[in-house]
Nanobody, 124 residues
Framework: QVQLQESGGGLVQAGNSLRLSCAAS????????MGWFRRAPGRERELVVG????????YYADSVNGRFTISRDSAKNTVYLQMNSLKPEDTAVYYC?????????????????WGQGTQVTVSS
């Protein structure tokens, strides 16, 4: 049974940083790509970042490129999202996601499992 557990969300001021973590269990972690989605109030869930199973390929949405970094630690079965220079528009629930559909880290239909989410709130 696949389980994805996010942590690290919270309330921060604009310009500051947060690091989200996602611990995965019930799967062979280093054979799957991983990603982070977010859903802001009144908006649809969007793919923010993705990373291939080997970590050699990444995807970043234009809105976060240069500010967010995704990484993975296969020894810990964990994927991270380092978020720098946060903006109020980054406020959302962030979801860790598992890519079971293929190698393309930026292809949304590849993602088929999500965690429960962690709230990130950025104040101005």
């Amino acid at each position: 049974q696949v389980q994805l557990q996010e942590s690290g969300g919270g309330l921060v001021q604009a310009g500051n940083s947060l690091r989200l973590s996602c611990a995965a269990s019930g799967l062979t972690f280093n054979t799957y790509g991983m990603g982070w989605f977010r859903r802001a109030p009144g908006r649809e869930r969007e793919l923010v970042v993705g990373i291939s199973w080997r970590g050699s390929s990444t995807y970043y949405a234009d809105s976060v490129n240069g500010r967010f970094t995704i990484s993975r630690d296969s020894a810990k079965n964990t994927v991270y999202l380092q978020m720098n220079s946060l903006k109020p528009e980054d406020t959302a629930v962030y979801y860790c996601a598992l890519n079971t559909g293929g190698s393309a880290a930026g292809y949304v239909p590849n993602y088929n499992y999500w965690g429960q989410g962690t709230q990130v709130t950025v104040s101005s």
